[in-house]
């Protein structure tokens, strides 16, 4: 019964397990579809890559906003120090997002679609998860009792719950014959929206890594400085305009590419200034005592480096004709929601269920990490090793087959799926040692 009771004082706790079981779900169907690109044809008549694919996306998207709520209300609760707003609100907004999320997963088993990329499911299904978030602002607005002199974590989480509603919306304007009937129109929302709807919860995100280093720094010298507003307003630019970058293919003006080009590169670095200079003034007492919230702050600041060189690189219009369709783009998004989102939600849970040393094997925890980080690096360039050779293909050698090209990037998808096995590996060990934890937390 004390998980129950855990999970009854601590209501947003159930968003982090949510998360961390559509996590393990992720990984599953990730690996059968890196699989997949070995074995063609696997699995076919049940499990078809058309339907591994969406389940993957949709629980990897799931996992990365039920655990970015679930922050926001730990740490907004713990800040205040007192509860949320409403507790009711955020139980139906839980069984809201958590048996729609349940729902379309099902649906994509028995292969049933209905949505375009990335919300491949049916519109109906996004109905209430569009509620579930609208009581979500509600919940953070009513639980800021003053607007006056708040940190900038607080605007960060205001403004990514209020915008990712918007870009929500804006994602499904394609069921109106009005903006479906254009196409370079509807392609440029679709990409549009998706890629606001990103820096909609990479503010949820930033702002929660924001008050944790304050937390573990022991000081409010971060949320309140002139480089934590500077990147709060770059981040709502950022997640205003950044997404240009991915219609460079589209007839769109060019303005707009311009534009793209010159905010693509903004926020990840000054949240990477942000974290290096608060790794350094941390003393060594303080990063013991909270080791594994740390570990996992400064590798998500060196995958913020990683994943910045690719972004620059995919944000020059003459370099993103060659990577755009190919495995570059898979590389960075991977970089960005693994080793950057996933490690920070990370942060977030050990830090929040209070996770230390004595509490989890040091050894155990050790091994699951590095070698997570070390399998993800090697994943991460097989990728862009088969994103340039493709890049090469489509570009200069269009009379080679596709199927003959896939036989070349054969190697590249070896490592690819073995070094997926290692990040799942460790992934999965981390996932046990929270769970268990937990459950015999007293």
């Known amino acids: 019964m004390e998980p129950l009771n855990n999970l009854k004082n601590n209501p947003a706790h159930k968003f982090f397990f949510f998360g961390l079981f559509l996590l393990g779900f992720a990984l599953l169907f990730g690996l059968m579809g890196a699989l997949q690109y070995l074995v063609p044809g696997l699995l076919k008549e049940d499990l078809s890559f058309e339907k591994v694919r969406p389940l993957h996306v949709t629980a990897a998207v799931f996992w990365i906003i039920s655990c970015a709520v679930g922050a926001v209300y730990s740490f907004l609760a713990e800040r205040n120090e007192k509860p949320i707003f409403s507790k009711t609100l955020m139980d139906i907004q839980f069984y809201l997002f958590s048996g729609a999320t349940v729902l379309i997963l099902t649906t994509y088993l028995f292969g049933i679609f209905g949505g375009r990329e990335y919300w491949e499911f049916h519109p109906l299904l996004a109905i209430p998860i569009g509620l579930s978030w609208v009581l979500f602002i509600i919940n953070v607005f009513k639980s800021i009792h003053s607007f006056k002199k708040l940190p900038v974590y607080m605007w960060m989480w205001m403004t990514g719950a209020t915008f990712f509603l918007f870009t929500f919306i804006e994602s499904y304007l394609w069921l109106i014959p009005f903006f479906r009937s254009n196409i370079v129109s509807d392609m440029t929302i679709q990409w549009k929206s998706y890629g606001s709807m990103v820096g909609s919860w990479n503010q949820l995100i930033y702002g929660s890594s924001i008050y944790l280093m304050d937390k573990i720094s022991g000081n409010q010298k971060y949320s309140y400085s002139k480089i934590g507003f500077l990147l709060y307003f770059l981040g709502l630019f950022n997640l205003m305009f950044n997404w240009s970058h991915h219609i460079f293919t589209l007839p769109t ?190």
């Not at 790794?279 to 080791?291: E, M, P």
């Not at 972004?311 to 929601?337: C, D, E, F, K, L």
């Not at 929040?352 to 699951?368: G, P």
């Not at 096995?421 to 996932?431: D, S």
């Open 253 to 442: 003006p060019k303005f707009v590419q311009y534009i793209g080009y010159g905010v693509s590169m903004t926020e990840l670095i000054l949240l990477g200034r942000i974290i290096w200079f608060w790794r350094s003034s941390l003393t060594t007492a303080k990063k013991n005592y909270h080791l594994y919230s740390y570990r996992f702050l400064l590798s998500a600041d060196i995958w913020i480096l990683l994943t910045l060189a690719v972004a620059i690189a995919m944000s020059v219009p003459a370099i993103n004709v060659y990577t755009h369709g190919t495995h570059i783009t898979v590389a960075h998004t991977m970089g960005a929601t693994i080793g950057i989102n996933s490690f920070l939600l990370l942060s977030f849970i050990f830090d929040v269920f209070n996770i230390k040393e004595k509490k989890i094997s040091a050894k155990r925890f050790t091994f699951a990490f590095f070698t997570l980080n070390i399998s993800l690096f090697i994943f991460w360039v097989a990728l862009l090793v088969a994103g340039v050779l493709k890049a090469d293909w489509q570009m200069h050698h269009p009379e080679i087959l596709f199927a003959d090209m896939m036989k070349e990037l054969r190697p590249a998808f070896i490592v690819f799926f073995i070094s997926g096995i290692g990040v799942a590996t460790g992934f999965y060990i981390i996932i046990y040692k929270i769970v268990k934890h937990y459950r015999m937390a007293k």
